[in-house]
């Protein structure tokens, strides 16, 4: 997509205590700020403005708007509204007027992408797409019409999925899953302790990554998980497995760096793609199958909702809700199996 085109901008309302602010950018960077008690108020005095000003909002202007809305309204992390962006940016140009937002040439790029990506990925980058249009509508309604975005909403609802694709990750097995976490700590170190804080802990790849030593509690019995979905997130994890312990303990030389550092990289420490390598190399050496790091975290979501764990007490663990847990993580069959098994030692028991 093209550069953004620079000039004369308004943009808000963005929500500062009580009330909302328009913030107007001259073509020279200079930037005045103006408040309003309610966003309605806002919203009115910024299409006045706009009319007043004789310029039409871009794509570009209303995507980070929509950013700021995630940020402030939803406290949404830096990475999660990052990643968002990245899958909107391949249907649209941020250059464009905003009233030039329509679905023709998105359902266009969908069915060329399509022929390259899975269903699954395509259908994620177009419900985004059409949550930025669901906001643009809100917004700024004189851009764009109910017509036109309830063609937008339309787009994907015929991205038929087979059955069995969802949105779940590859998992291990059971036995594939003993074999690999034997592998990794007999490997130990930084890769070993970075994927059993997947499959033991649950733990998301973004989770692992930016652990700090300050994170590692009381020797490694204690780990806590900092600002992971949204900015104020916060949960931590026992670590009951002895040998688990050791080894993050041994990961910590001072409270204030990574936990996984990287001299070369301009962010100070391990990226996705190292942990996807060493994922892949460890379930080599165990003879398992080809997971990501979300197939492990899913792994051990199946294997403990399975074993007869609540869901609910599951979902808290990893960071998520019951839903998200049953529907997007544990394999179909775990829930029954889990409830059947929790039957079988009431009758044991007596009870």
């Given at each position: ?9 308004i ?30 108020e806002?919203?009115?005095?910024l ?23 995630k ?36 359902r ?65 097995t ?43 509690d ?11 979905k949204t ?23 001072d ?29 080599q ?11 492990l ?55």
């Amino acid at each position: 997509m093209g550069r953004r085109r620079k000039g004369l901008r308004i943009l808000g309302p963005y929500r500062k205590g009580n009330r909302y602010q328009l913030i107007t950018i001259t073509p020279g960077g200079i930037r005045k700020a103006e408040s309003y008690a309610t966003r309605r108020e806002a919203e009115a005095r910024l299409n006045a403005e706009r009319k007043v000003m004789g310029i039409g909002g871009l794509i570009g202007d209303a995507l980070d708007q929509y950013e700021q809305m995630k940020r402030l309204d939803h406290q949404i992390s830096e990475y999660s509204i990052g990643r968002e962006r990245g899958r909107i940016a391949h249907y649209i140009d941020e250059c464009a007027p905003l009233d030039s937002l329509r679905a023709a040439p998105i359902r266009k790029i969908m069915k060329a992408r399509l022929a390259s990506f899975k269903k699954i990925t395509v259908k994620k980058e177009v419900e985004s797409v059409k949550s930025f249009a669901r906001f643009v509508a809100r917004r700024f309604p004189a851009e764009l019409s109910r017509t036109r975005l309830s063609e937008i909403l339309e787009l994907g609802t015929e991205i038929r999925l087979r059955k069995g694709e969802s949105r779940r990750k590859p998992q291990l097995t059971f036995d594939e899953a003993t074999r690999f976490v034997d592998q990794a700590f007999e490997i130990g170190g930084e890769e070993g302790c970075a994927v059993l804080c997947a499959l033991l802990l649950g733990m998301r790849g973004k989770e692992i990554l930016e652990l700090r030593g300050r994170d590692v509690d009381q020797g490694g019995a204690i780990l806590h998980i900092r600002g992971t979905k949204t900015a104020g997130s916060y949960r931590s994890i026992v670590v009951y497995d002895p040998r688990m312990r050791e080894l993050l303990a041994s990961m910590v030389e001072d409270p204030a760096d990574y936990l996984f550092p990287s001299e070369r990289s301009s962010i100070g420490r391990r990226c996705h793609n190292w942990l996807r390598a060493v994922i892949r190399r460890i379930g080599q050496l165990a003879g398992t199958s080809l997971v990501p790091p979300h197939g492990l975290r899913g792994s051990l979501t199946t294997r403990l909702i399975g074993l007869g764990l609540d869901p609910a007490l599951v979902s808290d663990f990893q960071g998520n809700s019951p839903t998200v847990a049953l529907g997007h993580y544990a394999q179909p069959g775990s829930q029954d199996s889990g409830a059947a098994r929790r039957a079988q030692l009431r009758v044991i028991n007596g009870g």
